[in-house]
């Protein structure tokens, strides 16, 4: 599956923004997607997963509460809404795909959107 990120901005502390993941070929077959994020000199870290059906959704401790990841697999999107931005959410957000179970490892998945930048101002 091919994935396509987008929806990134500049917001201020505070405000939302929702990033969204289209999927285009091998759709038909059941995919897990999840997203991560990576900060300007920092390590790659999870954000929040789905599992292929939309029954199954994980957050990390950091966005918990102020994120919500769905689906919406008639249209092969998947969508992040985050609202209470903070500065620390500063980075560039990945959506990714495996066919399977949903994980939280960056690299037990095999597809990767081309990531999309957040910005947020204090």
């Known amino acids: 599956v091919q994935l396509q990120a987008s929806g990134g901005g500049w917001v201020q502390a505070g405000g939302s923004l929702r990033l969204s993941c289209a999927a285009s070929g091998r759709t038909s077959s059941a995919y897990a997607v999840a997203w991560f994020r990576q900060a300007p000199g920092k390590e790659r870290e999870y954000v929040s997963r789905?599992?292929?059906?939309?029954?199954?959704?994980y957050y990390a401790d950091s966005v918990k509460g102020r994120f919500t990841i769905s689906r919406d697999n008639a249209k092969n999107t998947v969508s992040l809404q985050m609202n209470s931005l903070k500065p620390e959410d500063t980075a560039v957000y990945y959506c990714a795909a495996r066919y399977g179970l949903e994980s939280s490892y960056s690299h037990d998945y095999n597809s990767w959107g081309q990531g999309t930048l957040v910005t947020v101002s204090s």
């Open positions: 789905i599992s292929w059906d939309g029954g199954r959704t």
